[in-house]
């Protein structure tokens, strides 16, 4: 998968090449608006990454310039500004997405992830391993090995998502978005406590665990 | 010295306001005098004719009724002369030959009669060209003469024709004399007119002139000064008035943002700290296991940071008026049943209960991220800050116009010092270990909507926290 950054923030620009290189892309980057558009518009990258604050032009028109070009990238938006306008906003109904600042790296990582599945054709299977875990995505149904995991609804499908990103990171904010649709930062440890009510019936004693605490970032679902 | 004194008069406003106040009034008044002018001046005409067609009438009947003999002409011209002569009573008691009345007869065959100012020849060339109807006198210009005469012809026997001419010198006179003195009165009554209002703008801005005076010494470290107000109920009073409104809301928002700054200061300083001494230690035992858990430590300090960051610029935002909604029509119980549902575990983590009562088709126009980040924000205070084992319920219902939601528990309530002040940011309980962003967020955020949130106690001698959001009409 190759990406493209731009980011005129040196320090932002850095660390999201080496973090994203780190996570298993190909990645390029670019300062300003026009040399990235000269690179955009080959039609060489799966998703793009635009900071809004660009110093010649601005993202969303430099989006606009890139899609009236042909470019069908899926774009990763990044804001400085906490309330992010309604024109980011239907962008992202579009089909892209937007991150503010300060973000985690696993976000980033989960969103472009994320874009680049939801542009691919991957057909939906119907169940899901990970392990000796097996969920069956029709019945909403959970097995560790033989035995029947007893979850709700919701655990249900916090586990999905953690399934469906095993290996990976996800952030207690990725958490949200996707299992609750809700884009909230609580002050307390709502999530934390989700993931310890589920992982107390899927890791029960005698079983590896599958369900780790990365500190400091959020949680991971693999085997070990 | 006296020259810019002049200079500085003329750029002020009430200047230009005594300027046009006199030149309407003159302008009025000049109107007025030319209605009346020409009023007085057609009285006059009136008056002047009514004599000639009567002279004129009294002299055909003179002519006509004179027998034809060498005596005529004579007769005629004594009548004449005597007709003209009363009107040199009225114009010229010196009695100099009438110079503004002319009386002739044509008779056929024989020599006109003339009586009037000579010479003779101007006046007959001047009736010769005349072909109006008898008795109706008309405007006749003589050469050397500066009036025009009103003249009025009549016929007499025997094919001959009157005329008699007169020039109302004496009425000229009159109303030239009007002239002149409503010019003379005209202009005094002018320059009272300015003075008088040059005067009372000149008095009346200089109260503005003090306002603005006062406002430039207003400076930012001494906002609390503020302009005298009278009694008055004008505009300049008003405008003090409105000033010192102003200057309360700004010295309430200076206030604020110095109290935000100071806090956001103060809040950074103690996490800054920390998150500096863990990685200070991580770096100076990079070897040992503990790094590990030190870094997350920190990042996970520095997360909470840029929470209390981010919601002080919101509730700025909100503020300023900048907050961008985006609105959707929502159903408040769905909203509030998902968030509870994402909070049970934690309230039964702490053995509290929480009850739902939620009615549900309640739909109101609202932003979904930003209500449920307000009621996130409410359920995290009762999460954090009740004392274990409680009962916690959330109802919503409707209430009027309303969609309500009641948030309440049996804890031990709001202190009675902070209940006032709660929806003020950094307003927090002693022992609370929150940023004191959270109320002033939701009543920020509930306000942008149109709606209102209330803090009472419970019927269990808890808080209750009311919501209020107008409902939209949905189509049945």
């Given at each position: 998968?190759r990406?493209?950054i731009?980011?005129?923030?040196?320090a932002?620009?850095?660390?999201?090449e080496?973090?994203?290189?780190e996570?298993?892309f190909?990645?390029?980057?670019a300062?300003?608006?026009?040399s990235?558009?000269a690179?955009?518009v080959e039609?060489i990258y799966?998703a793009?990454?635009?900071?809004?604050?660009?110093p010649?032009?601005d993202?969303l028109?430099?989006i606009?310039?890139?899609?009236?070009q042909?470019?069908?990238?899926p774009v990763?938006?990044?804001s400085?500004?906490?309330?992010v306008?309604?024109r980011?906003?239907?962008?992202?109904?579009?089909g892209?997405?937007y991150?503010?600042?300060?973000?985690?790296?696993?976000?980033v990582v989960?969103?472009?992830r994320n874009l680049?599945?939801r542009?691919?054709t991957?057909?939906?299977?119907s169940?899901?391993r990970?392990?000796?875990?097996?969920?069956?995505l029709?019945?909403?149904?959970?097995?560790?090995?033989?035995?029947?995991?007893q979850l709700?609804a919701?655990?249900?499908a916090l586990?999905e998502?953690?399934?469906?990103?095993a290996?990976r990171?996800?952030?207690?904010t990725?958490?949200l978005?996707h299992?609750?649709?809700m884009r909230?930062?609580?002050?307390t440890?709502?999530?934390?406590?989700h993931?310890?009510r589920?992982r107390g019936?899927?890791?029960?004693?005698g079983v590896?665990?599958?369900i780790?605490?990365i500190?400091?970032?959020?949680?991971?679902?693999k085997p070990? | 010295?006296?020259?810019?004194?002049f200079s500085?008069?003329?750029?002020?406003?009430?200047?230009?306001?005594?300027?046009w106040?006199?030149?309407?009034f003159?302008?009025?008044?000049?109107?007025?005098?030319?209605?009346?002018?020409?009023l007085?001046?057609?009285?006059v005409q009136?008056r002047?004719d009514a004599?000639?067609?009567?002279e004129g009438?009294?002299?055909?009947d003179?002519v006509a009724?004179t027998?034809?003999?060498?005596l005529?002409?004579?007769?005629v011209?004594?009548v004449?002369e005597?007709?003209s002569?009363e009107?040199?009573?009225?114009e010229?008691?010196?009695g100099?030959?009438?110079?503004?009345?002319?009386?002739i007869l044509t008779r056929?065959?024989?020599?006109p009669i003339?009586?009037g100012p000579?010479?003779?020849?101007l006046f007959?060339?001047a009736i010769s060209g005349m072909?109006?109807?008898?008795?109706?006198?008309?405007?006749?210009?003589i050469p050397g003469h500066?009036?025009p005469?009103r003249?009025v012809?009549?016929?007499v026997?025997?094919?001959?024709r009157?005329?008699?001419g007169?020039?109302?010198?004496?009425g000229?006179v009159m109303?030239?004399?009007l002239v002149?003195r409503f010019?003379?009165?005209?202009?005094a009554?002018?320059l009272?007119?300015?003075?008088?209002s040059a005067?009372?703008?000149f008095?009346?801005?200089?109260?503005?002139e003090?306002?603005?005076?006062?406002?430039?010494?207003?400076?930012?470290q001494?906002l609390?000064r503020?302009l005298?107000e009278?009694?008055a109920?004008?505009e300049?009073?008003?405008?003090?008035?409105?000033f010192?409104?102003?200057l309360?809301?700004i010295q309430?928002s200076?206030?604020?943002i110095?109290?935000?700054t100071?806090?956001v200061?103060?809040d950074l300083k103690?996490?800054v700290t920390?998150?500096?001494?863990?990685?200070?230690v991580a770096l100076?035992?990079?070897?040992?296991e503990d790094w590990?858990?030190r870094?997350?430590?920190a990042?996970?300090k520095?997360d909470?940071l840029?929470q209390?960051?981010?919601?002080a610029?919101?509730?700025?935002?909100?503020d300023?008026?900048?907050?961008p909604?985006?609105?959707?029509?929502l159903?408040?119980g769905?909203?509030v049943?998902?968030?509870s549902?994402?909070?049970?575990?934690?309230f039964a983590?702490r053995?509290h209960?929480l009850?739902?009562h939620?009615q549900p088709g309640?739909f109101?126009d609202?932003?979904p991220?930003?209500?449920?980040r307000?009621?996130?924000n409410l359920?995290?205070?009762?999460?954090a800050h009740l004392?274990?084992?409680?009962?916690?319920?959330?109802?919503?219902?409707q209430?009027?116009q309303?969609?309500?939601?009641?948030?309440?528990?049996d804890?031990p309530?709001?202190p009675?010092e902070l209940r006032?002040r709660?929806f003020?940011?950094f307003v927090k309980?002693?022992h609370?270990s929150g940023?004191?962003l959270?109320?002033?967020?939701v009543h920020?955020i509930?306000?942008?909507?149109?709606?209102c949130?209330?803090?009472?106690d419970?019927s269990a001698?808890?808080a209750q926290?009311r919501?209020?959001?107008?409902l939209?009409?949905?189509?049945?």
């Amino acid at each position: 998968m190759r990406l493209l950054i731009v980011e005129d923030d040196e320090a932002i620009r850095t660390f999201l090449e080496r973090g994203l290189a780190e996570a298993g892309f190909q990645v390029d980057a670019a300062a300003d608006g026009l040399s990235a558009e000269a690179l955009a518009v080959e039609g060489i990258y799966d998703a793009l990454v635009v900071d809004l604050g660009l110093p010649d032009i601005d993202g969303l028109e430099f989006i606009a310039r890139i899609r009236s070009q042909g470019s069908t990238a899926p774009v990763l938006i990044l804001s400085a500004r906490r309330s992010v306008d309604d024109r980011v906003r239907g962008l992202e109904q579009g089909g892209d997405d937007y991150l503010t600042k300060p973000f985690a790296l696993a976000e980033v990582v989960a969103r472009l992830r994320n874009l680049l599945r939801r542009y691919s054709t991957q057909p939906e299977s119907s169940h899901i391993r990970v392990g000796d875990l097996d969920l069956d995505l029709v019945r909403r149904e959970a097995r560790r090995g033989d035995r029947l995991l007893q979850l709700t609804a919701q655990e249900f499908a916090l586990l999905e998502y953690l399934c469906r990103n095993a290996g990976r990171v996800v952030t207690r904010t990725l958490i949200l978005d996707h299992v609750w649709r809700m884009r909230i930062d609580p002050a307390t440890n709502v999530v934390d406590v989700h993931i310890y009510r589920l992982r107390g019936k899927v890791d029960v004693e005698g079983v590896l665990p599958l369900i780790h605490t990365i500190r400091g970032i959020g949680y991971v679902l693999k085997p070990v | 010295m006296s020259l810019s004194l002049f200079s500085r008069a003329r750029s002020t406003a009430a200047w230009r306001i005594s300027i046009w106040t006199t030149v309407a009034f003159s302008i009025c008044s000049a109107i007025a005098f030319v209605i009346m002018y020409l009023l007085v001046a057609r009285d006059v005409q009136t008056r002047s004719d009514a004599w000639l067609t009567g002279e004129g009438d009294v002299l055909s009947d003179v002519v006509a009724n004179t027998p034809r003999d060498s005596l005529d002409t004579r007769l005629v011209e004594e009548v004449a002369e005597l007709a003209s002569h009363e009107v040199i009573q009225i114009e010229d008691p010196g009695g100099q030959p009438p110079q503004s009345v002319f009386f002739i007869l044509t008779r056929s065959g024989r020599d006109p009669i003339f009586v009037g100012p000579s010479p003779q020849k101007l006046f007959m060339n001047a009736i010769s060209g005349m072909s109006t109807r008898p008795d109706v006198p008309v405007s006749v210009v003589i050469p050397g003469h500066e009036l025009p005469f009103r003249v009025v012809w009549d016929n007499v026997p025997d094919g001959g024709r009157i005329y008699l001419g007169f020039s109302d010198t004496a009425g000229a006179v009159m109303m030239h004399r009007l002239v002149t003195r409503f010019l003379l009165i005209w202009c005094a009554m002018a320059l009272l007119g300015f003075a008088i209002s040059a005067a009372g703008a000149f008095r009346t801005l200089q109260r503005v002139e003090r306002i603005s005076a006062t406002v430039d010494g207003i400076g930012t470290q001494d906002l609390g000064r503020r302009l005298p107000e009278t009694a008055a109920d004008d505009e300049i009073s008003r405008l003090s008035r409105t000033f010192n409104r102003m200057l309360d809301r700004i010295q309430r928002s200076v206030k604020q943002i110095r109290i935000v700054t100071d806090s956001v200061a103060h809040d950074l300083k103690s996490p800054v700290t920390s998150i500096r001494g863990s990685l200070e230690v991580a770096l100076l035992h990079g070897d040992s296991e503990d790094w590990r858990e030190r870094v997350a430590d920190a990042v996970e300090k520095l997360d909470r940071l840029s929470q209390t960051l981010n919601t002080a610029l919101d509730l700025a935002e909100a503020d300023a008026g900048a907050l961008p909604l985006k609105l959707e029509t929502l159903d408040l119980g769905a909203l509030v049943e998902n968030l509870s549902d994402l909070f049970q575990p934690s309230f039964a983590e702490r053995q509290h209960t929480l009850h739902c009562h939620i009615q549900p088709g309640l739909f109101i126009d609202g932003d979904p991220s930003l209500l449920s980040r307000t009621i996130a924000n409410l359920l995290d205070n009762e999460v954090a800050h009740l004392p274990p084992g409680r009962q916690v319920a959330v109802t919503v219902c409707q209430s009027e116009q309303y969609a309500e939601m009641i948030l309440e528990d049996d804890g031990p309530g709001f202190p009675e010092e902070l209940r006032t002040r709660a929806f003020e940011r950094f307003v927090k309980g002693q022992h609370s270990s929150g940023h004191g962003l959270g109320l002033a967020f939701v009543h920020a955020i509930v306000q942008a909507h149109g709606g209102c949130v209330t803090i009472t106690d419970s019927s269990a001698g808890g808080a209750q926290i009311r919501i209020k959001l107008p409902l939209v009409k949905v189509p049945a």
